[in-house]
């Protein structure tokens, strides 16, 4: 079965780039779906990152667009988030997931989650 | 405040059923978008309850449904279990804000 894996740095510095990847096994990311990125900070709500289809297409939050880029790498089946000029405010849980048939938004297969803490 | 509206908690005993509202606007649901909601237990990753605003995936039980009308969403729960108690979201998509996700609500099993 379809399987994620979040995996990168744990701490990352203020003003520096949270860097994310997400590995897939059981499924080809080249086949079809939209490939996202939701985030939780610490007693809060879920919040949608953005989503890329294996094609590059993608779709960003407004609220980070200026900050966000999805990456996907068909030859390693994984697919990559990339958060510039980070703060404290961008303390999560970070999820990868992959949608529905169709939709851009929607997160059907997730997988663990990677806490990412911003700190000096 | 989130721009997908949901109570922030509800409660009901075994075996009743309840309902978790969420109300959005003219440039989410009122304007066709999908619906679907999760299901968060305490320190796990969310799972999906239901897409495409009334469709359960596989393995998840006939006790929950959702509906869509208007600028609203609902989801209910029937026959409720002591292994309901968690955190539910509704999320749809935004014309001008792309995915949203509703703020949230506690449900709490009595």
């Known amino acids: 079965q379809v399987q994620l894996q979040e995996s990168g740095p744990g701490l990352v510095k203020p003003s520096e780039t949270l860097s994310l990847t997400c590995a897939v096994s059981g499924y080809s990311i080249s086949s079809d779906y939209y490939w996202g990125w939701i985030r939780q900070p610490p007693g809060k709500g879920l919040e949608w990152i953005g989503s890329i289809y294996h094609s590059g297409s993608t779709y960003y939050n407004p609220s980070l667009k200026s900050r966000v880029t999805i990456s996907v790498d068909t030859s390693k089946n994984h697919f990559s988030l990339k958060l510039s000029s980070v703060t404290a405010a961008d303390t999560a849980v970070y999820y990868c997931?992959?949608?529905?048939?169709?939709?851009?938004?929607?997160?059907?297969?997730w997988g663990k989650g990677t806490t990412v803490t911003v700190s000096s | 405040q989130s721009v997908l509206t949901q109570p922030p908690s509800v409660s009901g005993a075994p075996g009743q059923r309840v309902t978790i509202s969420c109300t959005g606007s003219?440039?989410?649901?009122?304007?066709?978008?999908?619906v679907h909601w999760y299901q968060q237990l305490p320190g796990t990753a969310p799972k999906l309850l239901i897409y495409g605003n009334s469709n359960r995936p596989s393995g998840v039980p006939d006790r929950f449904s959702g509906s869509k009308s208007g600028t609203s969403a609902s989801l209910a729960i029937t026959g409720l279990q002591a292994e309901d108690e968690a955190d539910y979201y509704c999320q749809s998509y935004d014309s001008r804000l792309s995915g949203l996700f509703g703020g949230g609500t506690k449900l709490t099993v009595l």
């Open positions: 997931a992959r949608g529905t048939h169709g939709s851009v938004v929607s997160a059907e297969v």
């Open positions: 003219s440039s989410n649901i009122g304007a066709g978008y999908d």
